[in-house]
Structure formats: C-alpha cells, structure tokens
C-alpha cells in the first residue's frame, strides 16, 4: 500500500521553501530548512525549548491536528528531509528564483523573478489553512538567533549548535 507524506514529495517542498523565503526575504539556508521542518510538522513546535516571551507557541502547537503518521525520531527525520530540501534548493537555485552566489555563501535571497500568479495564490491559500501556526513559525520562530547556545539550533536539537562561530 502506497502512503502519501509530503516529507518525501521534492514538489510540495519546493512549495515549502518558497513560501517561507517569500515571507522572509533575506535569510540563513539553515533557518529555512529548520523552520521547513516546522511547517511541515508544525506540531512538533511544542517539543521546542522556547524562549519564555514565546512560549504560548506550544499552545498553538498542541491544537494542531496531523493528518499523517506521528514521526518518532525526529532528527532521523530532519535528516532525511535534508536531501529532499537539498534538491528543492537546487530546483530553486536553477530556476533563478533565489540568488545563486548567495546561496553558496548560506543566504536564501529572492531575485526579482516573479512567480506565477497561481503559485502566489496557493501560497496565500496554505497559509490560510493554519494562520496563527505559521505566523508564528514564520515570524517569531525565525527571529530567534540560530547560533550557538540558546540559539534555534541548540533549542530544536536538529542541528550541531556547538562549532558555531558567535562572537
């Protein structure tokens, strides 16, 4: 029996990136992929360790229902999300819709290629779905520093935090 997941789907998760470089504009490779993984399990923001002033977002989290199969072992996941997210990216990159030079150097920055219009309103429409979630995830979340200790990174536990260079 085949299972849909669109944690495997190279598609949906171009659409996943798109969407939250859309909204941010300029950032870290690493923080789209960390905040991808959110939007595509965005119940699991509950098991972040949350600063204080966000922590209502484990609220927001628990009210979430998933329609897919609770994941177990989280960074197994983040892992094999990271080869589907590398061939988005380079879907993007080779589309010209993120700036390549840039993206060698860890920053996902919008050219001035515009999407299609319909791309636009399926985005618009996914962050319907679940608005107050994703506002969060794309708007809070991203504001905490990914570096060091403390840092996204270290909070999550999906990334290595401990070489980072902070000064």
């Not at 360790?49 to 009210?63: T, V």
């Not at 107050?132 to 270290?154: C, N, T």
Request: proline share 4%; net charge negative; aromatic share 12%.
């Amino acid at each position: 029996m085949l299972i849909y997941h669109p944690l495997y789907d190279a598609y949906h998760c171009v659409f996943r990136l798109l969407l939250i470089i859309e909204r941010l504009g300029n950032v870290r490779v690493d923080t789209v992929r960390l905040l991808d993984f959110y939007v595509l399990f965005p119940a699991r923001v509950a098991k972040i360790r949350l600063p204080s002033e966000l922590s209502y977002g484990r609220a927001l989290a628990n009210k979430i229902y998933n329609p897919y199969h609770e994941i177990s072992n989280q960074q197994s996941v983040f892992r094999e999300l990271a080869v589907i997210q590398d061939a988005a990216f380079s879907c993007i990159v080779g589309a010209g819709l993120i700036d390549k030079q840039q993206f060698e150097n860890g920053i996902a920055i919008r050219t001035t290629w515009k999407l299609p219009q319909d791309l636009t309103v399926r985005i618009r429409q996914f962050e319907d779905q679940h608005p107050e979630i994703l506002d969060f995830i794309l708007d809070k979340l991203s504001d905490v520093e990914i570096f060091g200790e403390g840092g996204l990174k270290h909070r999550t536990g999906l990334m290595e935090y401990r070489y980072d260079n902070v000064s």
